[in-house]
DNA sequence: ATATTATTGCAACATTGTTGCATTAACAAA
DNA sequence: TTTGTTAATGCAACAATGTTGCAATAATAT
């Protein structure tokens, strides 16, 4: 049982065929992609069930990360492991073409008083892309 | 029909109790609300579906602001109408109480570049809250 | 090859949000 | 006050999203 151990609990995870494809897709993407469209794009790999369950394996693994919209809509995007990495970056939100994309070279600056312990922050921004501008 | 008209297709509101009610917790409420809270503490006043269509029309009404929580649970919040508001300010969720509260006070420093149209955002710090801590 | 158990599929359920339509009630005008 | 117009509501039916329990499956250490 001599091996790395990356949960708390120490409980063993395991690559599946559901879980590398699900990783793929999002690592393929060039947005974010929610619940549904994951649904359509791993093109019955797994049950649907199987898809919100993995998901929440690989945001505890931190392969991927959480993106909440400003319509409230959830979606996930693969993580980029290279320099100065961080969750909490911004994500930007397309009116036109509806993508939410990782915006990670820049740093929102806020200044709340020190009674507030802040822990993360989710700050999504919404307008018109590159793309469709 | 010598009258104020508030919205852009010349429909004319209406006063309703389940409106003023609906306003009234939201304007009395330390915090934002969810549609569920909503539910319970207007205690009946009106139907479930009534609750979604009145807050559809306190947000276009611009009487009301709605804000999407880290976890992705959609709440709204009285408009504080006094000097320099906005919609567009940051949201404060505690992890320990689960309250949404508008901090009007503090404004997001954000500098993207130039091919991106900002229109709004969305930005929900999570924390603990200074009664928590 | 075998044992252990993480993972999956499925069914059943809970929550959240939407739509159509007949009925009700708010409000302007008489 | 009464009346006409129509915004607003209630209800039912639906769609979408998310959760849970459990038996069956399959990934991994030995
Ligand atoms: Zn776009
Ligand atoms: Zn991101
Ligand atoms: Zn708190
Ligand atoms: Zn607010």
């Known amino acids: 049982m001599q091996q790395c151990c990356n949960n708390i609990f120490m409980k063993q995870f395991r690559n ?8 793929n897709v999002l690592k393929n993407a060039e947005a974010a992609l929610s619940h549904a469209e994951l649904l359509t794009l791993t093109n019955g790999v797994c049950d649907r069930v199987t898809i919100y369950r993995v998901l929440e394996r690989l945001v505890n693994e931190d392969n991927v990360h959480k993106v909440v919209t400003s ?33 990670e070279m820049v740093l929102p ?25």
Chains 1, 2 share one sequence.
């Open 109 to 133: 600056v806020i200044q709340l008083s020190n009674d507030y312990t802040v822990k993360s922050f989710n700050f999504t921004v919404t307008g018109i892309c590159p793309k469709c501008n």
């Open 71 to 103: 319509d409230g809509i959830i979606k996930y995007a693969a993580c980029n492991h290279s320099a100065h990495h961080s969750h909490d970056h911004v994500h930007f939100n397309c009116e036109k073409c509806k993508t939410t994309t990782c915006i």
């Open 16 to 23: 599946t065929t559901a879980k590398t494809t699900i990783l």
